[in-house]
């Protein structure tokens, strides 16, 4: 019994130890660049510590700017919310609405191991794997986990379905308008004759942050995004106490 105590308050002073370094806010600004026009995407990672829990929430606001913005005037909303672990994140909920459209939204069932996925009026559940992840908290989730040196596989969500993603790992540098870094490079490798791509690339001495993402998506479309701006919180010091002397 007394081997179990002294193993519990070693474990919560690693995880006191560890949240203590993560930042409470992470805020990104990107320059998107897409085959038929130009956009600007706000990113916003949020930390709250709980207890003995640390949740995040990750909102991601996306608008055309310039010409483009005539043609497609209606903005892009994802949002993931959930638990953080030494594992990574563990989302709880996702969507992704466009423009008035209903949104695409995936409630992760961890207790019951239930996917359930709402997209266009219909809704199915799934088998929810061990790691399964949603598009956004994937590109933020080695800021809390252990990367792969060569590879890694994982479930992946875009709100519609889910499915097994395969990644390489590989190192490069990276020049962006606010400097050159070492990066992470995250490239997803597709079978045969898809048209899906991605590659996602992590800032290697910025907590793992995602700095530019390149796709293909299924409808054919090219998309960069590249980071502009990072603005970066960590935890604030507590207010006075209303009552205490000024």
């Known amino acids: 019994m007394k081997s179990w105590f002294v193993s519990f308050l070693l474990c919560l002073f690693s995880f006191q130890v560890w949240a203590t370094d993560i930042p409470s806010r992470i805020e990104i600004n990107y320059v998107v660049t897409t085959d038929i026009g130009e956009g600007e995407i706000n990113e916003v990672l949020e930390i709250h510590h709980e207890a003995e829990e640390l949740r995040y929430s990750i909102n991601s606001l996306a608008q055309a700017t310039g010409i483009y913005k005539l043609m497609e005037p209606n903005s892009i909303i994802r949002h993931s919310d959930g638990v953080i672990t030494k594992q990574g994140l563990k989302p709880s909920r996702a969507y992704e609405k466009r423009g008035k459209k ?45 990367l792969p040196k060569h590879h890694f596989e994982r479930y992946v969500t875009n709100g519609r379905q889910l499915g097994l993603s395969h990644y390489k790992v590989t190192e490069e540098v990276l020049h962006t308008p606010i400097g050159e870094m070492k990066t992470i490079v995250l490239t997803r490798v597709e079978e045969k004759g898809s048209k899906l791509k991605r590659k996602i690339w992590l800032a290697l001495n910025n907590h793992m942050i995602p700095v530019r993402i390149k796709s293909v998506e299924e409808n054919g479309r090219k998309i960069e995004k590249m980071v502009t701006g990072i603005n970066i919180i960590y935890k604030a010091e507590s207010p006075s106490h209303p009552n205490s002397d000024k």
């Not at 992760?108 to 191991?113: A, E, G, V």
């Not at 992840?133 to 590109?139: K, Y």
């Open 102 to 146: 209903e949104p695409s939204l995936a409630v992760f069932d961890w207790k019951n191991h239930i996917i359930t996925l709402n997209h266009k009026g219909h809704q199915v559940q799934e088998k929810l794997p061990a790691g399964t992840l949603d598009r956004l908290s994937l590109s933020y989730n080695f800021m809390f986990a252990p």
